[in-house]
């Protein structure tokens, strides 16, 4: 199946840093790529979609200008957070899905970011 | 808005036996469904997708879906202690991954 690296796996930062993560899709090419959050025992949230190449559509409620998404290349997709603030602190997944309109969602292993 | 209910738990099955999962989504226009199995601190794994009405099967796990009662479920058997984990499900309107609704998971204990 599909493979979807994320890096890093967790990092640590402090408030009014910016912190980068990036996401790979491994083994296909991935025009789309999507970006979740997760807090503690919630359900995944969509915070926005990753188009390669044109700019990233945002769910409501989602700063763009304080979750930066660039999606360069058919197999990596960053997203930003800028000047971070402890509640900023969470879960943040990014996937993608295989090549084919039926190819189902694949997730990367996540990254907990933690702003102290 | 569109949702996608389950169960929180936790849901508690006896080694062995068969753990049944289920899942209601709101919108009708629903295409394709997905089980997504996620252990604590980890991100979710795919299970098993399901577009048509009926069941479907794969090594223990048996996805079963029926769009008039807008009812998705995932059948364990032979539960095994590895299989304790929360389990996500996700509907969405196309055969894609575009537009899919989470629900927030059901943990799920399997006792040895």
């Known amino acids: 199946g599909a493979v979807v690296s994320q890096h890093p796996s967790r990092v640590i930062c402090k408030s009014g840093t910016s912190v980068k993560i990036e996401c790979r899709s491994l083994d296909f090419q991935a025009t789309t790529m999507f970006w979740y959050r997760q807090f503690p025992k919630k359900s995944l949230m969509l915070m926005a979609t990753?188009?390669?190449?044109?700019?990233?559509?945002?769910e409501q409620g989602v700063e763009k200008d304080k979750f930066l998404i660039n999606h360069a290349s058919l197999t990596l997709s960053t997203l930003t957070v800028t000047s971070a603030h402890p509640e900023d602190s969470s879960f943040y997944i990014c996937?993608?899905?295989?090549?084919?309109?039926?190819?189902?969602?694949?997730f990367g292993n996540g990254t907990r970011l933690t702003v102290t | 808005q569109k949702e996608v209910e389950q169960n929180s738990g936790p849901l508690s099955v006896p080694e062995g036996a068969i753990a049944s999962l289920n899942c209601t989504y709101s919108?009708?226009?629903?295409?394709?469904f997905f089980w997504y199995r996620q252990y604590s601190g980890k991100s979710p794994e795919l299970i098993m997708f399901?577009?048509?009405?009926g069941d479907k099967e794969d090594g223990r796990f048996t996805a079963q879906l029926n769009k008039a009662s807008q009812y998705v479920s995932l059948l364990i058997r032979d539960s095994q202690p590895s299989d304790s984990a929360t389990y996500l499900c996700a509907a969405g309107p196309g055969g894609g991954a575009d537009g899919l609704t989470f629900g927030k998971g059901t943990h799920l204990i399997i006792q040895p």
């Open positions: 996937s993608a899905s295989g090549q084919g309109n039926n190819s189902p969602l694949h």
């Open positions: 399901i577009y048509s009405n």
């Open positions: 990753s188009n390669e190449g044109s700019k990233a559509t945002y």
């Open positions: 919108d009708r226009g629903s295409q394709s």
